[in-house]
Every structure is written in structure tokens, then in C-alpha cells.
């Protein structure tokens, strides 16, 4: 099958994939009289729905009315950011020019050859707009793979009419005054204690011989913390809904999560809505500092794009301060674009804050080497078996060092 009939065959895709594969034609006022380009550009529903503002409709508008010389046909598709780049990578030839993706998949399509990459006066606008730490998370062997338009971390909601600013700076501190819940059981989450007494994920993020090295008496030092927290009764493990039941319920006063909860959040505590980096927590005697897993979301570009100068111009858009400033007001969607975060009434906005701060002071950067995928599972399985009893003081040694191992092993022999 060749491309262009790989393309269109794309087009026509279900609409669990493709938004009704709708065609939009927005050369602006050109009247058709500049050089047809068709652009495939595919984005989370949200950023498409009218209840949203059609926030992904809106910029490519703006931009072809920018673009005069180009009369533009948009085919949007439905992609989470987790997702898109698995699709890409499959099948880079059938897949949008642009998109958007979590930057910890960078490696699943720069192992397929479908992602470009920014050079020239492109890198040099990307890097003049984000800071180093974002770029970091969009660079691979020196090379610069899409366009920040978000960090893409968790911090935490509390309850200003229960804790003060000072008060949540400690974890104990909030545990004695009020009541928190954690995604204990989540992978994502958990590893931020290990983190806090010196473990490590494949050395600096990115040396994958070195493995990981969450086995030593400091990790089975964070397990012991571990089991004695979860049996703190003002304590809940966060899971199926439960954090956000009981902020409603006001049974809870703290829990961890990221901007996606901000609104349900912001419904449910009104104007004693606080927001704030990671605090620490005390082990042995000593303040340990909790760190996040962060990373970004970015926009990128398909490789194998029939139509490339307007698929990197139009990425550069969406990850412009313009269009970031839109995702804020229309989806509170965090921006990272330095100029915005200069803005007063951004820079004020207490969750901007907490996102940005937690980014820059508490947390570490996501690997995205492929041994990554070890991980995941033997965290989570920690947490629950602390939940459930099966880890307890008694073999807290073995089961940590279990975990380590796994941690270290494909599941092969």
C-alpha cells in the first residue's frame, strides 16, 4: 500500500480513533489560492470538545489564517498523549503529521524512526521559551524532539481552612493536624519515598547498565517507613476514587494528584483550595524530601510527513505561548512557556505554582530508557502487599530486595 493510500485509509478510521475523520478546510482568506497542504493532527477529545472550547480547532484556525501562502485541509484524531506514539511507531506512514505525546515514549518512535527532530531556527525558538529542565525531558543523544507545552508531574491539594502553608511543607505535620490520602498502590507515585532516602533509577535517568538500585538497608529503611505509615489512621490509600470521595466528604483534607483533578478539586474546595510541592517526611530522625516523577507533554512531528515545513510550523504554534495560553484558560492545562509563567496573572495562580515548583525542586526526571518497563509492575505490587499485610517488619528486608530484583529483570528465566 502506498502512502497516500495508507493516509487516506487513516482518515477513514473509526471514531474511537479518529474524531468522524473530519475533514476542515482553513486556508484563512486565501480563497484556496495558496498551495494545498493537508495536515492530520491528532490530539486528547478533550482538546477537541465544544464543552472544552475546541481548543485544537481554535489554534489551527488562527494558524492558517497566519499562513496565507498555504491553503490548509485539517483531518483531526483522537490520541491521548500516552497512546499516540505507540500508533506512530507502529505505522509512522499512516499516522498524523502532528501530534502530541508524554515525552517518557520518545524512544518508542525514535526506535522507529518517526519522530523529527527540531534543528536550526526551530531548536533555536524552542530553547529561547522553555527552561533547561524541559528540554531535557525532549532531548535524546543531543538531539531536540518536540515542543513542551506542559510539565507533566503531580503535587499536592490540601485544605487551607486545615493546613497552612508551613504545615505542608512536613507530611507528619499533616498527619497529625488532619487526615491525607496517596495513590500508595500506584507505581507512578510510591517511589517518591525511595527517592527521598537516595535510591536510584539507572544512575542519572539515562545510564540503563546501571540498573536500579532500590535494594540497600536505605530502601528497606523506606519500606519499614512505608508499613508504619499506611497503618496511620489518618492514612487512606488512595484508589477507585477514594481520595476525592472523602475530600468531598471532608473525611480528608490532603491528596496527591496533578492539574487533570484541579477542577473537581476547585468544586469541592472552593476558595480554600491549596496547592503545593512535595513535603518531606520524617525517617529515622531526618527530614527526607519526597520527589515526583516529572517529565512533559509535547508537541511532535511525524517524520515521514508529506508536508513538512507546515507540520513543524504548525507544531511551533501549538506549543506557543499563544496556544498554551488558550490550553490554560480554556482547560487550566499548565503552561511552561517562560514568557507566560512571567505573566502576572499566571504566575500568581497558586496551581501553576505548585506544578511548576514541584518540577523545579521536587522531583526527578522520568527515565526513558527501555529497561523502564520493568518497573512499573514491582512497585505497585510492593505497595499492595504493604496494604495488604503481606509485606510487614518481619521480612521487609527480603520482600524490598524482591522487589529490586524484579525490578532488574526482564521476567525472562
Known amino acids: 500500500m502506498n502512502k497516500k493510500r495508507k493516509r487516506l485509509l487513516a482518515a477513514a478510521m473509526s471514531a474511537a480513533f479518529l474524531l468522524g475523520a473530519t475533514g ?36 489551527c484556525k488562527n494558524f492558517a489564517a497566519q499562513h496565507p501562502e498555504w491553503d490548509i485541509t485539517f483531518v483531526y484524531g483522537v490520541a491521548d498523549e500516552a497512546t499516540a506514539a505507540a500508533t506512530v511507531a507502529q505505522d509512522p506512514e499512516a499516522s498524523a503529521d502532528v501530534f502530541m505525546y508524554a515525552n517518557d515514549n520518545i524512544t518508542v518512535m525514535t526506535d522507529a524512526q518517526a519522530l523529527a527532530r527540531f534543528g536550526g531556527k526551530y531548536e533555536e525558538q524552542i530553547r529561547s521559551t522553555n527552561s533547561d529542565a524541559l528540554l531535557n525531558s525532549v ?43 496517596f495513590p500508595f498502590t500506584n507505581s507512578w ?22 540498573g536500579c538500585d532500590f535494594g540497600g538497608d536505605n530502601a528497606v529503611e523506606v519500606t519499614d517507613y512505608l508499613i508504619d505509615l499506611v497503618h496511620n489512621p489518618n492514612f487512606v ?55 515526583a516523577y516529572a517529565g512533559s507533554k509535547a508537541i511532535g512531528v511525524n517524520s ?6 507546515p507540520a513543524v510550523e504548525l507544531a511551533i504554534y501549538l506549543g506557543s505561548a499563544e ?20 505573566q502576572e496573572n499566571i504566575a500568581a495562580d497558586p496551581v501553576v505554582i505548585a506544578q511548576n515548583d514541584t518540577f523545579d ?20 505490587n510492593m505497595g499492595k502487599a504493604i496494604r495488604d499485610g503481606s509485606t510487614n517488619h518481619e521480612n521487609a528486608a527480603e520482600q524490598t530486595m524482591g522487589m529490586n530484583n524484579a525490578m532488574n529483570s526482564n521476567g525472562i528465566g
Not at 141 to 159: A, K
Not at 189 to 210: A, K, M, R, V
Not at 327 to 333: F, G, M, Q, T
Open 24 to 59: 476542515c478546510s482553513a486556508g484563512g482568506s486565501t480563497s484556496g489560492s495558496g498551495e494545498k497542504v493537508r495536515l492530520m493532527v491528532w490530539s486528547p477529545s478533550e482538546d477537541q470538545s465544544k464543552d472544552s472550547g475546541e481548543w485544537l480547532q481554535t489554534c
Open 139 to 181: 532531548t535524546l543523544d543531543g538531539s531536540l524532539y518536540g515542543i513542551p507545552y506542559t510539565t507533566n508531574t503531580w503535587y499536592m491539594y490540601y485544605d487551607t481552612s486545615v493546613y497552612t502553608a508551613e504545615d505542608v511543607k512536613s507530611l507528619d505535620t499533616m498527619l497529625d493536624k488532619g487526615a491525607i490520602s
Open 189 to 210: 507515585y510510591l517511589p517518591s519515598f525511595y527517592f527521598g532516602n537516595g535510591c536510584t533509577l539507572f544512575g542519572d535517568g539515562t545510564q540503563e547498565e546501571l
Open 237 to 291: 490509600v488512595d484508589a477507585d476514587g477514594a481520595g476525592m470521595a472523602g475530600l468531598r466528604d471532608g473525611s480528608l483534607h490532603a491528596l496527591f494528584s496533578g492539574s487533570w483533578d484541579y477542577g473537581s478539586v476547585k468544586e469541592i474546595l472552593g476558595d480554600n483550595l491549596g496547592a503545593a510541592a512535595l513535603p518531606t517526611y520524617e525517617l529515622n530522625g531526618a527530614e527526607k524530601q519526597m520527589y
Open 304 to 309: 515521514h510527513s508529506e508536508y513538512m515545513v
Open 323 to 342: 496556544a498554551q495560553e488558550l490550553h490554560y484558560d480554556l482547560r487550566s492545562v499548565i503552561p511552561c512557556n517562560t514568557d507566560l509563567l512571567a
Open 361 to 380: 525542586r521536587t522531583s526527578i526526571l522520568q527515565p526513558f530508557v527501555s529497561a523502564m518497563g520493568n518497573v512499573w509492575d514491582p512497585v505497585a
